[in-house]
């Protein structure tokens, strides 16, 4: 195919409640949405980044200037675009991932919907709904944290996760561990502790949990091999993952046992394949994480956590869990699952009205 035109989406939307983490407090998403128009047709991808760099070092706006000045020229002017020559065509940018990520999703939309093929064909799903687990923000005190909790439990989540911080981890995990029962349970610090405080999170160990994920930061590699020594809880790396290479380096030197894929971190679906095929080589189990996708990107994840590898409960939650109203068709739990999307492409349709509604501004056109 090639690429006609690269339209750069700006959208708002609303949480249906705030999502704290240990690295800030979430009231609405600030999505960018990228469509690709090609001689094939049209597709969409999804940017995972956040409006602020706390999370990870890009963020929206960056990302919007990386694919504006860099990825979108850089297809634009090329005579043949495939989702699997986007990677090469934009190896010239270095990192910014999750602008990559966006476009090459779109690209992969488009050439999928033109062949008639679902995400779920494309990636090599061997299933046709997934498990899901819901991730718990941190709460201002346990009486909301539990009520919270137990709402998701009501609606069938098969897996929780709780958000913890120093100062906000024993606690919390000792009372949903007593409200749950022996439903499965993992928490996620975003890499707020450090060395210091392995012994503490070692305490973790008599809750029985599925994982802890990426206590230390993204470059440290070695704290987490001191950790995974020091306690029985699987440790399990999230912001460290940035491609199968890394996650190869970090799983042989005994830093992960387990490892959480998000397509925008490690630059777009067919990395995301990559690292699921070297994870399991290795027998080391998967699980899809989530960045508060609307619909668009939310219907690939889905597909993605359909691979076989990917053993455990995915951040894959309902539309629900965030939007009140999403960018597409609403993804509904039934009995704790998600339906792979069977319809060409990632199988979902934007709603294009709500699009323009909620908006930030007018869309961006970008052409040769
Ligand atoms: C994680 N996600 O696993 C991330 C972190 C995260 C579902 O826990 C806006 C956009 C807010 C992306 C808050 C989950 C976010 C975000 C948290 C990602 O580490
Ligand atoms: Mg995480």
């Not at 602008?99 to 064909?121: H, Y």
């Not at 027998?283 to 597909?303: D, I, K, Q, S, Y």
């Not at 998600?338 to 052409?367: Q, Y």
Request: proline share 4%.
């Amino acid at each position: 195919m090639r690429i006609l035109a690269v339209e750069l989406h700006r959208v708002a939307m609303p949480l249906v409640r705030a999502f704290e983490t240990s690295f800030g407090r979430q009231t609405a998403r600030d999505v960018l949405l990228v469509r690709v128009r090609t001689t094939d047709g049209d597709g969409w991808g999804e940017c995972v980044a956040m409006a602020d760099p706390v999370y990870s070092s890009e963020y929206v706006d960056g990302c919007e200037a990386v694919i504006r000045n860099y990825l979108a020229p850089a297809l634009l002017a090329a005579d043949e675009v495939t989702a699997e020559s986007v990677a090469g065509l934009l190896h010239f940018v270095v990192g910014n991932r999750m602008a990559k990520a966006a476009v090459e999703t779109a690209v992969l939309d488009s050439q999928t919907r033109a062949e008639g093929v679902s995400f779920g064909d494309y990636f090599g799903a061997d299933r046709d709904a997934v498990d899901c687990g819901v991730s718990v923000g941190i709460a201002s005190n346990l009486d909301d944290l539990l009520a919270e909790v137990d709402g998701y439990v009501g609606e069938g989540y098969r897996r929780i996760k709780l958000k913890i911080k120093p100062g906000w981890d024993i606690e919390p995990v000792r009372a949903v561990r007593d409200l749950i029962g022996a439903l499965p349970l993992q928490v996620d610090a975003n890499t707020a502790y450090t060395r210091a405080d392995i012994e503490h999170l070692a305490r973790l160990d008599e809750f029985g949990l599925l994982l802890i994920e990426q206590p230390f930061v993204e470059e440290d590699i070695l704290t987490h091999i001191a950790l995974s020594r020091a306690i029985e809880t699987p440790v399990c790396l999230d912001e460290s993952i940035v491609s199968a290479e890394v996650a190869l380096d970090a799983i042989e030197r005994g830093a992960t046992s387990i490892v959480n894929i998000k397509a925008g971190r490690v630059g777009g679906y067919l990395e995301a394949v990559r690292v699921h095929d070297v994870c399991a080589e290795l027998g080391v189990p998967v699980w899809c994480g989530g960045m508060l996708e609307t619909g668009v990107g939310r219907a690939a994840n889905v597909a993605l956590a359909a691979m076989a590898n990917f053993t455990l409960p995915g951040d894959t939650s309902g539309s629900s869990r965030y939007f009140a109203e999403d960018l597409t068709e609403p993804f509904e739990l039934d009995d704790g699952r998600l339906t792979v999307p069977t319809g060409a492409g990632s199988g979902v349709e934007v709603r294009t009205d709500l699009l323009a509604d909620w908006a930030l501004r007018p869309p961006i056109t970008l052409t040769a």
